[in-house]
């Protein structure tokens, strides 16, 4: 499918999250033509931190590295004519833009500074039905960040918004696009949701890094938006990483539920995308199809869960198991009140007839969790100390005891899409409303795909000799988190041909996932296919317990699960097998 280049809108990703590069604003600014640039500070847990830092000063509660950047960066952006859109008001966007303003008071500059608000539910959430949260934010869509920059404003922050619709705001500004356009909707939210993680779509956290010539600082991605949604995806010549179909496959899996992709102003059919390489680091991103909004808007609920504390020992040499043993009835007899959960696990790094002593050294983690910060504070301390020296041989921990911390629990509600009062505040201090979508559709799962190539009888993809290989020699992956949730996108590249794909749908029954990933045995998979992506996606249910603040486990994200997936070995057609590793 070819696309209309003659009209073009340039968007650069300068933030991926809360501590990402600070010299990526300046860097994207001078780098090449932009025409926006955006950046996405939001992830599940920040919301929590900023909440917090809002409890602590009630002048806070915003990004604060984005407020550096633009003291760095403000004035190159005006003088480039490059509008600055972001949501990095988190908590306090209201805050932000007093910061912003102080800021450009000091520097002489007179930017126009608009802001959407109506995110914020916290003092509406117990008559919403959504308890007692010490945080409520709803998912805005793009169309309040759309008039902010209809109105010439320099400078749009915003509060929690989808990660996509900093985004889709810009685009449905230069276009003139409606709620009607969902074609053209998605298109651009697939292209916000490619470049929103920032590198991650030019080789950061790619499975085949190896390939990449530079990652040591590589370019943040840029979209090119077209008038029908499609788009480019790319970076500034002469930055270091990648941008390939792969690159951009790989982000797209990232954080996914099934083919229906619900944001507020659009349901993105991810298995309607196409992708095409058109030279070097560029990735045309075609036919993506649009289906009304959701009738409910996803709301962000962060609490405090509790308290924790936790203690890793060291366990050395011979007989790990009943080392642990021995370390687990010792402490679990010396802890003076039992905690609400406590929970152990042991991790066999350990190698036989180990050349170091780290080669022969095992982890066994004890973590407590309670809502009383003194039963996980100084019992577990005294535990830990009273056992050291009546344990096991060569007793020793990574750290010493220390007190007990608060984690916070993230948890996602519904609220209808009229409920949140959507407004925009414009430079001038005038306030105008977003109105709701009129036309919505209930969301359906969709985990079949539409069309997908058929496996021959027995589910064996491909007959013929195999030979017993990591997944990964043929797969890549990509994994994250929602919530409680883990997602793990799994694909084959293009040249597998169709074999390559029907090997890997083939593959991947719920049978076999809970088999090479054990941890999943007990859990809900909902597994979904992709053929135009020749992709599975993989979403496990409760993986992660409460989030990643709860830290569930030592991956508490999820962000090394596919490659995990990847190191289990699997019985490959050695068709399929590249010549290097056959």
Known sequence: MSIDTTEVLRVGNCSGFYGDRLSAMREMLEGGELDVITGDWLAELTMLILGRDRMKDPATGYAKTFVRQLRDCLGIAMDRGVTIVANAGGVNTAGLVTAIRELATEQGLTPAVAHVRGDDLTGRAAELGLGSPLGAHAYLGGFGIARAVTSGADVVVTGRVTDASVIVGPAIAHFGWGREDLDALAGATAAGHVIECGTQATGGNYPFFTEVADLVHPGFPIAEIFPDGSSVITKHPGTAG???????????????????????????????????????????????????????????????????????????????????????????????????????????????????????AAMLTVVARDADPQVVGRPFSNAAIEIALGSYPGFHTTAPPSAATPYGVFTAGLVPQGIPVHEVVLDDGSVESVPAPSTTRVLEPLTAPVEAPSSPPGGQAEAGPTCHIPLGTLAGARSGDKGGNANVGVWVREDTGDAGWRWLSALLTPERVRELLPET??????????????????????????????????????????????????????????????
Request: proline fraction near 7%; aromatic fraction near 4%; charge should be negative.
């Open 242 to 360: 990648a941008v390939t179909v792969d690159t951009v496959t790989s982000q797209l899996l990232y954080e996914v539920q099934d083919a229906r992709y619900p944001g507020p102003d659009v349901t993105t059919r991810l298995d309607s995308i196409s992708l095409r390489q058109d030279g070097a680091d560029r990735v045309t991103m075609t036919g993506v199809h649009g289906e009304a909004p959701p009738p409910d808007l996803k709301v962000s609920l962060t609490s405090l869960g509790g308290f924790r504390n936790e203690m890793t020992m060291v366990l050395t040499g011979l007989d790990i198991e009943a080392k642990a043993e021995l370390a687990r009835r010792q402490f679990e007899h010396a802890l003076t009140t039992a905690p609400g959960e406590l929970t152990w696990s042991l991790a066999r790094t350990d190698h036989e007839d180990p050349a170091t002593q780290q080669e022969g």
């Open 521 to 582: 045995a007990d859990l809900p998979l909902t597994i979904t296919r992709l053929p135009n992506l020749r992709a599975v996606n993989i979403v496990i249910e409760g993986l992660l317990g409460e989030g990643v603040a709860y830290n569930a486990r030592f991956d508490p994200q999820a962000k090394g699960l596919a490659e995990w997936l990847r190191a289990r070995h699997v019985d490959i057609p050695l068709a399929l097998v590249p010549k290097e590793h056959g």
